[in-house]
């Protein structure tokens, strides 16, 4: 199975900072990865898919890079509103993992 | 708007069963592949089972093959999850969740999630 770790677990940001979420994969998904944003109570939310593609309607503050095995989710400017917590997902092979989730707060 | 409603948790007994469902409306769900998707309280997000969109391709997480079975009503628009011989590591909310539309993966639309609780 691939395994899939995220850093940190938990960051705490200032209004208007950048923050960078970063994945790891235990062995290649090539560009076979989304994110989600998942909000206290309710079900996750896809935000990018194939690494770096904008799902829509999704707000253009956050972007994602990356092949292989390292992996990047980046919020330009955070805002109260993405207070949440953020999993990345491999779909390069069954079972499809997900990564252990990073854990947003603003300040 | 796409909807999933899922439906059938509640609270159960270590080494029974239950079934969950979920109700899909608003696309075309004879042409999605369909997934059941699992989080234990407090933790992350897990993967449990795929079924292809005509019913004749099915996969599952190592942690429930044998006692779980997905399978689906296309002509009810209907997804299910039988769950056998529950333990308490399958307490959890689950959700359905649509395969991504624009990508080979990723999950698109989401239910709101039924609650699973193992408990005797």
């Known amino acids: 199975d691939i395994q899939m770790t995220q850093s940190p677990s938990t960051l705490s940001a200032a209004v208007g900072d950048r923050v960078t979420i970063t994945c790891r994969a235990s062995?290649?998904?090539?560009?076979?990865l989304a994110w989600y944003q998942q909000k206290p109570g309710k079900a996750p939310k896809l935000l990018i898919f194939d690494a770096s593609s904008l799902q829509s309607e999704v707000p253009s503050s956050f972007s994602g890079r990356g092949y292989g095995t390292e992996f990047n989710l980046t919020i330009s400017s955070v805002q109260p509103d993405d207070v949440a917590t953020y999993h990345c997902?491999?779909?390069?092979?069954?079972?499809?993992?997900f990564g252990q989730g990073t854990k947003v707060e603003v300040k | 708007q796409v909807q999933l409603v899922e439906s059938g948790g509640g609270v159960v007994q270590p080494g029974r069963s239950l079934r969950l469902s979920c109700a899909a409306s608003r696309f075309a769900f004879s042409t999605y592949d369909m997934h059941w998707v699992r989080q234990a309280p407090g933790r992350g997000l897990e993967w449990v089972a795929v079924?292809?969109?005509?019913?004749?391709?099915?996969y599952y997480a190592d942690s429930v093959k044998g006692r779980f079975t997905i399978s689906r009503d296309n002509s009810k628009n209907t997804l299910f999850l039988q769950m056998n011989t529950l333990g308490d590591e399958d307490t959890g909310v689950y959700y359905c969740?649509?395969?991504?539309?624009?990508?080979?993966?990723?999950?698109?639309?989401w239910g709101q999630g039924t609650l699973v609780t193992v408990s005797s």
């Open positions: 969740a649509r395969n991504s539309v624009v990508s080979t993966g990723g999950f698109d639309y």
């Open positions: 997902q491999q779909y390069k092979s069954y079972p499809w993992t």
């Open positions: 079924l292809s969109n005509d019913g004749t391709k099915n």
């Open positions: 062995q290649t998904v090539s560009s076979w």
